[in-house]
C-alpha cells in the first residue's frame, strides 16, 4: 500500500532572507561561544534560539509567547536544521535563552558580534561617531535596582515621563558598533566618560590605535580630556564656549588672518565655502591641537542676525532719546542730570549718542487772582 505524499507550502516572506545574513555574519556560532550553556541539555543552541527571535523581530515581531504560532507557517527545518519543529521554538526556550545573554552581559556580546561582522565584510574599525538620546517610558517599572527608570532632560520634549539614556557608537557605514543605556538623569558629560570606557573593553589594541571617536560639545571636559589624553584616544569635537581659550584661538585666527582655504563640501547654490587654521593650545596643562574653522554660511546667517540686532536697537534708542527730548525741566541743572541719568543705564556695543540741553526762558506764570495791575508783567 503506498502512503499518499503530502505537500506542505510556506509562505516564508523575509525569514530565509535574514537566516541566511545571519550565516553569513557567523551569528549563531558568536552567540555560542560567548553564551553560558550545556550543549549535553539542549536540542537547540542558545545562538538558534535568539536567531528565530531576530528573524521574528523582523519579519513583523510576535509577543514571545506567539513566536512558536509564527514557526508553524515557516520551513523550521531549513532554517534551523533537521529535526527541529515550530513547538521547540516555545516562550520557555527564548525565555531561557535571554537569560543566558543577560548573563554574558548583553552589550559586550552585541559589541563581539559587530566586531566580528565589521571584519567579516571587510570594513575598518577607524572611526566611530558617538550620540546620545532619551527614550521615554509609560507605566510603572519594578526591580529597576540595575536601571534608574528616572525623569531627566528629555531630548523627545517629554519632561513629564520617565527615561532611560541610550547612546550608540556608529561606524561611517552606519553599524552600531557598541551600545549603552545608562539611568534616566545621565548628562552627556558622565555618559561619555562611562562609554568611553566600555569601547576600550570592546575594541583590541590594533583597532583602538586607528581609532578616531567623533563626539558633540558634551565630551569636552577637563576630567574626559584627562581619559583620553591617558588612554592616547584621537578624537574630533566641538570646544563649548566655557572654556576661555575658545574665544582666545577664535580671535587669534581672525587677526592672523592666515587661513587655510578648504573650498566647498558639497555641491549646491547654497553650499559654504570653508576656511580652517590650526592652533597648539593647552587645557588643564595638556597639549591640544584646536582647528577654527569659518563658514561663509554662518557668517552670512550672522551678518543677518547682526543687522536685525542693529535695527532693534536703533529703534530702541531713537524711541528713548525722543521721549526724553519732548521732557521739559524746570531748570537747566535737572535736565543735566537727566542726561547723565540716561547715558549710564543706556549703553551700546553699536552705537553713539552726543546729548545736549535747550534752554527757553519763560516768565512766571501768575498765580494771583483777580485782574493784574498795570506794572505787573504779563506771563
Not at 514557526?71 to 527545518?77: G, M
Request: charge should be positive; proline fraction near 4%.
Amino acid at each position: 500500500m503506498n502512503t499518499p505524499l503530502k505537500t506542505y507550502s510556506y509562505t516564508s516572506g523575509p525569514a530565509v532572507l535574514v537566516d541566511r545574513l545571519c550565516r553569513e555574519i557567523e551569528f549563531e556560532q558568536t552567540l555560542n561561544e560567548l553564551l553560558p550553556w550545556d550543549a549535553s541539555r539542549c536540542k537547540l543552541s542558545p545562538g538558534a534560539r535568539i536567531k528565530a527571535l531576530v528573524i521574528n523581530v523582523l519579519s513583523g515581531k510576535d509577543p514571545l509567547c506567539h513566536v512558536k504560532r509564527f514557526y508553524r507557517d515557516q520551513d523550521v527545518e531549513l532554517l534551523f536544521g533537521d529535526g527541529v519543529t515550530a513547538d521547540d521554538l516555545n516562550d520557555d526556550a527564548l525565555a531561557r535563552a535571554l537569560d543566558k545573554l543577560h548573563e554574558a552581559t548583553p552589550w559586550k556580546v552585541y559589541s563581539t558580534l559587530a566586531i566580528r561582522t565589521m571584519r567579516k565584510l571587510g570594513l575598518p574599525i577607524s572611526t566611530l561617531h558617538n550620540d546620545t538620546t532619551s527614550v521615554s517610558l509609560h507605566s510603572a517599572y519594578e526591580g529597576e535596582a540595575d536601571l534608574k527608570i528616572v525623569r531627566g532632560h528629555s531630548k523627545d520634549y517629554r519632561p513629564n515621563l520617565k527615561q532611560i539614556m541610550l547612546g550608540l557608537a556608529v561606524s561611517p557605514e552606519r553599524i552600531p558598533i557598541l551600545a549603552n543605556v545608562e539611568n534616566g538623569n545621565t548628562s552627556d558629560k558622565t555618559w561619555n566618560f562611562t562609554f568611553i570606557r566600555k569601547l576600550r573593553q570592546t575594541l583590541g589594541q590594533e583597532d583602538w590605535q586607528q581609532l578616531l571617536y567623533v563626539a558633540d560639545s558634551a565630551l569636552i571636559t577637563k576630567r574626559n580630556l584627562k581619559y583620553m589624553k591617558r588612554l592616547h584616544l584621537r578624537f574630533v569635537s566641538r570646544l563649548p564656549d566655557l572654556f576661555s581659550v575658545c574665544e582666545e584661538v577664535k580671535r587669534a585666527a581672525w587677526e592672523s588672518g592666515a587661513w587655510q582655504e578648504i573650498g566647498r563640501l558639497s555641491q549646491g547654490p547654497s553650499a559654504a565655502e570653508y576656511r580652517i587654521q590650526s592652533m597648539e593650545r593647552r587645557i588643564d596643562g595638556r597639549s591640544f591641537r584646536l582647528i577654527v574653522v569659518y563658514s561663509s554660511n554662518l557668517d552670512a546667517r550672522k551678518q543677518r542676525a547682526l543687522d536685525s540686532t542693529l535695527k532693534k536697537e536703533e529703534e530702541r534708542l531713537t524711541r528713548l532719546i525722543r521721549k526724553l527730548g519732548e521732557t521739559e525741566f524746570h531748570c537747566e541743572s535737572d535736565a543735566w542730570q537727566a542726561i547723565q541719568r540716561f547715558n549710564s543705564e543706556q549703553r551700546s556695543a553699536w552705537f553713539q549718542w552726543k546729548l545736549g540741553v535747550q534752554t527757553v526762558t519763560r516768565p512766571a506764570k501768575r498765580t494771583g487772582r483777580g485782574r493784574p495791575k498795570k506794572e505787573e508783567p504779563l506771563s
